[in-house]
């Protein structure tokens, strides 16, 4: 039997299109659940339609039947673990409903009668309660190897529903270190690599230690966010990509960083999706093989980005951001974050930074320093230190231009416990507030700044910080999210007033008061 293009017909492996479809009323589902080669394939559909033409309710057509497509390989794979999976389901189903089912008592055997003892017997005997106790040990030892005695593992697989069968895949998970709680997660989302042999299994593992330089810990913590890593072919499916990595410029060092980053990487198709994404990182960007490296090891996530994605974040931050041709590279290896962002986020970045009063050429420079920003809320983290820059600080819109990595510190235990230490130390701080006396080590600022000890400044931030918490308690809420709720509803209150028409030159109107926490 044939269909279109006299290609066989493969009628057991119809496309997923075709699952619920019909040759003059005979439903194709019934096809799928057959797996064979050669003739079988023909035959299988042929007594489908004998049987309907039997019944003469439906008689089937060659023309109805030519319209069935031959799939392609992708879609036969796709069914086969379609039906699989199905097995696998039935199969659990059935081993559950024989542990639901009541024991049946063993049936007792006749004793034998006991032989008169000879010496020779009485040896023999000794011989065999010496091999009986090295086997008691040998078995207590293996439950110590295995981290999970007879007991605890019949507690836990009744506890969590898991199978008796799966024992050795489950003590070889024991011994890596997850608990009954990651396996049970494990059990409910992908059973199926349960199913895995032990010594598959164990060869999975060793080379995730051997290839990739895993620990034990990093292998738990890949296992328990993508389980599918098991079931990934080592030489055939793993390997490759690693080897992927390592041409686009990833150090050794960092292979199973990036593995541990991103799993999902190892399941993407080289020719179809990496492939092509790397090479549009290198020509759109101008990345070298360095560089590319480097972007990778940071945020390996941003090859799970389409090339239209990607394209559409490079398209702002050259129009929008004003980023140049020369600086792109450079601002997204920097924090390849940006890849990933949302264009409606990032335009309310940019809105904040033009209504302090900055232009569009010192946001494209701060954008160029410290792309970060990107990632910084506006009420809880930009307007509140902004308007401690302004109001305490003496800072303005040059100081933060200078130094934009001002928005990434925090504002409770570096800003303002600086600020307020050389106030008690010397009556007062220098204004405007040297920007650079927060980027030091706190070493640095207690001797050459303040003129003190590492220790009294550690005193001091514990004193204050003890101040601050009791007013967080009696407040119900820490200081610091309460002066972001306060200036960032005024910066919404304002921004509104701002697409309304008003005047917005004083954007943060809070009184200094807000921040007088001594």
């Not at 040759?23 to 023909?42: F, K």
């Not at 559909?45 to 069935?68: F, Y």
């Not at 450079?330 to 970045?349: C, I, N």
Request: hydrophobic share 35%; proline share 5%; charged share 25%.
């Amino acid at each position: 039997m044939a269909g279109q293009g006299g290609q066989p017909m493969r009628g057991m492996h119809c496309a997923g299109s075709l699952r619920n479809s019909q040759i003059d009323g005979v439903s194709l589902q019934s096809l799928l659940y057959v797996s064979r080669r050669g003739a079988d394939r023909g035959r299988c559909l042929s007594r489908v339609v004998a049987k309907a033409a039997a019944n003469g309710k439906h008689r089937a057509t060659a023309q109805s039947i030519g319209q069935l497509r031959v799939p392609s390989s992708k879609e036969l794979q796709k069914m086969r673990q379609f039906r699989q999976q199905q097995i696998f389901r039935q199969q659990q189903q059935m081993r559950n409903v024989q542990r639901l089912a009541p024991p049946v008592p063993p049936v007792e055997k006749p004793k034998k009668q006991s032989r008169s003892a000879s010496p020779a017997r009485l040896k023999g005997h000794k011989k065999d309660v010496s091999k009986k106790a090295s086997k008691k040990r040998g078995s207590v030892a293996r439950q110590v190897d295995d981290g999970m005695s007879d007991e605890e593992f019949a507690t836990f697989a009744s506890k969590y529903s898991l199978e008796q069968a799966w024992r050795p895949q489950i003590d070889i998970l024991t011994r890596l270190g997850l608990t009954p709680s990651q396996l049970s997660k494990i059990a409910e989302s992908r059973p199926e690599i349960f199913q895995t042999s032990e010594k598959t299994m164990r060869r999975k593992i060793a080379f995730f230690k051997e290839s990739v330089g895993m620990t034990d810990n990093d292998i738990v913590k890949i296992v328990c966010r993508s389980p599918r890593v098991l079931e990934y072919g080592s030489e055939q499916t793993v390997r490759p990509r690693l080897e992927f990595l390592k041409n686009c410029g990833v150090l050794d060092q960092n292979i199973s960083k990036v593995v541990l980053k991103a799993p999902m990487l190892m399941s993407l198709s080289l020719k179809e999706t990496l492939e092509p994404r790397s090479e549009f990182l290198r020509n759109r960007l101008g990345l070298n093989t360095s560089s590319l490296g480097k972007l990778i090891s940071r945020h390996p996530q941003a090859l799970t980005c389409t090339e239209d994605m990607m394209q559409q974040r490079v398209d702002f931050l050259m129009s929008k951001a004003g980023i140049s041709a020369s600086d792109l590279g450079k601002v997204v290896v920097a924090h390849p974050q940006v890849l990933h962002y949302k264009l409606d986020s990032m335009v309310e970045r940019l809105e904040y930074l033009n209504s302090v009063g900055m232009s569009e050429k010192q946001i494209s420079q701060a954008v160029s320093r410290f792309p970060q920003l990107f990632s910084l809320s506006v009420t809880s983290n930009m307007a509140p230190k902004w308007h401690y820059l302004v109001e305490h600080l003496g800072g303005d819109v040059n100081a933060l231009c200078s130094y934009p990595g001002y928005f990434s510190l925090s504002l409770n235990n570096r800003i303002m416990m600086r600020h307020l230490y050389l106030e008690n130390i010397h009556g007062s701080a220098p204004l405007p507030f040297p920007l650079g006396h927060l980027k030091m080590s706190d070493a640095k600022f207690a001797t050459e700044v303040a003129g003190t000890t590492l220790q009294e400044y550690e005193d001091f931030k514990k004193d204050r910080s003890s101040i601050m918490d009791g007013r967080s308690d009696s407040d119900s809420e820490p200081v610091e999210v309460s002066i972001a709720t306060q200036v960032g509803q005024q910066c919404l209150s304002n921004s509104k007033q701002k697409k309304n028409g008003s005047n917005f030159s004083n954007v943060l109107t809070m009184p200094k008061s807000t921040f007088n926490l001594v």
